[in-house]
């Protein structure tokens, strides 16, 4: 097994650069968003609004930690596999971080939009009560941990589409996406699990604050 890590961990290094690059238009998708709110870009939008009333129809108290656990998990690993997978067809990877990025911002912002609807009751106030400052932390981790298991597996993908645009053909794509594979599931599984943990732990106490 320290052997296996170790390949796992010199792959992921070696993706250092892409991963960089995955980051870039991840950014440049966060950005685009901004105007595609402003000027309600309808088309953009859908996928966004429908993740909302999703999170808003599901996201209640009495939900399951373990179900909502077993769901941000599953989804994640394997959203960002598939992602990864992608660069099987040489741009796909690139397509999904733009609209990872996109849709990421835009869910921020359609939230933040509804939040300060004047027909909504006004907020109760702070409960100093609440585990603010552990939430905080726990969401802290939740973005560097799981923002970075995105873009490594990007990266990944991208550098995998390279390949595959020199020399096009299955053994080309199997040979190439072994190793990616290897440190997608030894390095980045875990590392979405306990990111999955803490996403769950601070939802759950959110949403019990909301509800006081």
């Known amino acids: 097994m320290p052997a296996t890590l170790?390949?796992?961990?010199?792959?992921?290094?070696?993706?250092?650069?892409?991963?960089?690059?995955?980051?870039?238009?991840?950014?440049?998708?966060?950005?685009?968003?901004?105007?595609?709110?402003?000027?309600?870009?309808?088309?953009?939008?859908?996928?966004?609004?429908?993740?909302?009333?999703?999170?808003?129809?599901?996201?209640?108290?009495?939900?399951?930690?373990?179900?909502?656990?077993?769901?941000?998990?599953?989804?994640?690993?394997?959203?960002?596999?598939?992602?990864?997978?992608?660069?099987?067809?040489?741009?796909?990877?690139?397509?999904?971080?733009?609209?990872?990025?996109?849709?990421?911002?835009?869910?921020?912002?359609?939230?933040?939009?509804?939040?300060?609807?004047?027909r909504k009751p006004e907020p109760a106030p702070d409960d100093p009560r609440k585990p603010r400052a552990w939430v905080g932390f726990l969401s802290l981790f939740v973005i560097v941990v799981e923002l970075g298991s995105f873009w490594l597996a990007i990266g990944m993908g991208m550098k995998l589409g390279h390949v595959m645009r020199d020399h096009f053909a299955w053994e080309t794509f199997v040979r190439a996406a072994e190793p990616r594979a290897l440190a997608y599931v030894v390095v980045l599984v875990p590392a979405l699990f306990l990111s999955a943990m803490a996403e769950t732990a601070a939802i759950k106490a959110m949403l019990a604050g909301e509800q006081t």
């Open 6 to 118: 170790m390949v796992a961990l010199r792959t992921l290094r070696e993706h250092l650069g892409p991963a960089t690059w995955a980051f870039a238009v991840f950014a440049c998708g966060f950005v685009l968003a901004f105007p595609v709110v402003r000027y309600n870009v309808r088309s953009l939008l859908a996928f966004p609004r429908w993740l909302l009333r999703l999170a808003r129809k599901y996201l209640r108290p009495e939900l399951s930690p373990v179900l909502l656990c077993s769901f941000i998990f599953l989804f994640n690993t394997g959203a960002i596999f598939l992602y990864m997978m992608s660069g099987g067809l040489v741009v796909l990877p690139i397509v999904f971080d733009l609209f990872t990025g996109l849709n990421v911002a835009a869910v921020m912002l359609k939230d933040a939009e509804d939040a300060e609807d004047p």
